[in-house]
């Protein structure tokens, strides 16, 4: 019985192997520019002109807190401001950009041409009765327009006794600089 449980533990961790930045890297579907802190640094919108319901600071905040932002931010505008290598400030505008709404860092560093903020991850084994994991990792980046490319992935998994469920998914966005 302890070798069937040892196997269910192996199991559900190699099942739950998580996003990587290379491998995010490899599932990006624009071409990205060169890093340059420069580049990154500014104001972008905050709303696709598509039917995604998703926004650039929901994503965003989902790397930072578990906390889901209910409202509707999408004429609002996501300033960027790298501040060293390894932190970047996020910072909610209103319409009209007089004055910030919310404000949050992130941590990460430069990889390849991205700034690859650290994986948010909950994790909750007890095994063999109980598993949950609850894991997002986030890359950004420009292309030649100096737009800037996301790409995010997620993980959501949960199992009780024998049954089991989850969701993985990496979602590739471009949201337009905002000329100053």
């Known amino acids: 019985m302890k070798i069937a449980k040892l196997i269910l533990v192996i199991f559900m961790f190699s099942l ?18 060169v890093f340059d802190k420069e580049k990154l640094n500014g104001t972008y919108s905050n709303g696709l002109k598509d039917s995604l319901p998703k926004n650039l600071w929901t994503t965003l905040k989902s790397s930072y807190s578990d906390i889901p932002t209910t409202t509707n931010k999408e004429n609002y505008n996501v300033k960027l401001t790298l501040l060293d290598n390894e932190n970047i400030n996020i910072k909610l505008w209103n319409e009209t950009d007089e004055y910030v709404i919310e404000e949050f860092n992130l941590k ?14 909950a994790l909750y084994p007890f095994f063999p009765i109980f598993y949950f994991n609850d894991e997002t990792k986030t890359i950004i980046g420009n292309d030649w327009n100096g737009n800037l490319i996301l790409v995010s992935g997620k993980i959501n998994e ?11 998914s990496v979602n590739n966005e471009q949201f337009k600089r905002i000329k100053n």
Do not use: E, P, V, Y
């Not at 739950?16 to 520019?33: G, P, Y």
């Not at 949960?158 to 993985?168: E, K």
């Open 16 to 33: 739950s192997s998580c996003h990587s930045t290379k491998q995010l890297i490899r599932k990006n579907n624009f071409k990205i520019a």
């Open 108 to 121: 990460g560093k430069i990889k390849d041409n991205f700034f690859s903020i650290n994986r948010k991850q």
């Open 158 to 168: 949960a199992m009780i006794l024998f049954i089991s469920g989850g969701n993985r």
